[in-house]
């Protein structure tokens, strides 16, 4: 079958971006046809440094371009609704990097307004659809490790707000800031791929003056009684790794866990020592891990399907509830905190 000619525009010129264009490079029959940033001077240079025809000043000028089929939207987490809605009404097919919005309203948005023009719209979880993450899943519907009942993941480390290596964004609460949806989001999707859609959410952290939260450790309770533990955080040095928990043995998934290289498989033995070495299993990423989520957007234009069946809007309409009732968690608990440490000086 012939690779479908899918024509990208690029809205958000900054790291991740980079990683876009590099791994659009592998992929038979796309293209970078333009880019536009939230400054002139940002699409500029990228332009330049990744050679893209067409260098256009705003994002209104990408959405009304004929000569784009789908946006890769990688702008801060605050501005994805504002954005993605651009182009959807203007008929392009979106990616939209995770997290996919501030909120759950803002994805259900999304999502209908999809729907009502026909487009193609897509988080860009990208650990989906990479080698480990689909030998994973095959494990886990074949019974490898009997029946999941527990996942625990985490992902933090320090973030600074300024000097060397800052992201002030993430500080900021207008731009989607904070450890839970840019790092919790990962182990949160883990434990919904593995468990299901609607947990019940208990959760405890610490908030910034700013408003964003900095440290967060929450526990998804799934209806059949499985849990999710989560950790994220952009002020502390985390484990990064996860552990999917089953009835009959589990499965390590190495750091950094949203993109290993391979996983590890153990068995409970019940007439031995309680458990054989784990069984290493390499399931590498090829060339840009980027491309694996790019490749399943193309499936998705050629056949005319509107969403994936491996990261459907379900999925991330979940997810985003999810992650709201933790950072509605977290404000509460510390406010709690906060009253009974005054009550008690």
Request: hydrophobic share 40%; net charge negative.
């Amino acid at each position: 079958m012939t690779a479908p000619a899918v024509r990208w525009g690029l809205a958000g010129t900054g790291t991740i971006a980079r990683e876009f264009v590099r791994a659009i490079g592998e992929v038979p029959g796309a293209s970078i046809a333009a880019a536009a940033s939230r400054t002139v001077a940002a699409s500029g240079k990228f332009c330049s440094d990744f050679d893209i025809p067409k260098q256009l000043l705003s994002f209104q000028d990408l959405a009304s371009d004929d000569g784009i089929d789908a946006v890769y939207l990688s702008t801060p987490a605050g501005l994805h609704h504002e954005h993605a809605k651009l182009f959807l009404e203007a008929g392009k097919h979106v990616l939209v990097e995770k997290p996919f919005t501030s909120n759950h309203a803002e994805a259900l948005d999304l999502a209908r307004t999809a729907q009502s023009r026909g487009a193609v719209l897509m988080e860009a979880m990208w650990s989906r659809f990479l080698p480990a993450y689909v030998e994973l899943k095959r494990l886990v519907d074949d019974g490898a490790i009997g029946e999941v009942r527990k996942v625990e993941a985490s992902f933090g480390f320090p973030i600074p707000e300024s000097g060397p290596g800052a992201r002030p964004a993430l500080y900021d609460p207008a731009l989607g800031g904070g450890s839970v949806l840019e790092l919790g989001v990962y182990p949160v999707q883990l434990s919904h791929w593995l468990l299901g859609s609607e947990p019940t959410v208990a959760a405890f952290g610490s908030i910034s003056s700013s408003g964003v939260d900095l440290d967060t450790t929450a526990l998804l309770l799934f209806g059949d009684g499985g849990t999710g533990t989560m950790s994220s955080s952009i002020r502390t040095v985390l484990p990064n790794d996860a552990r999917i928990l089953g009835t009959e043995g589990y499965i390590q998934l190495p750091a950094p866990h949203h993109c290993p290289n391979g996983l590890a498989v153990s068995r409970y033995n019940p007439s031995g020592p309680g458990t054989v070495e784990p069984h290493i299993i390499r399931a590498p990423i090829i060339g840009g891990g980027l491309k694996y989520e790019i490749l399943e957007f193309h499936r998705l234009i050629e056949t005319g399907r509107l969403q994936s069946s491996v990261m459907p809007l379900s999925d991330t309409l979940a997810i985003m509830r999810t992650l709201d009732l933790i950072r509605g968690e977290v404000r509460v608990n510390q406010a709690r905190t906060a009253t009974l440490e005054g009550t008690l000086s």
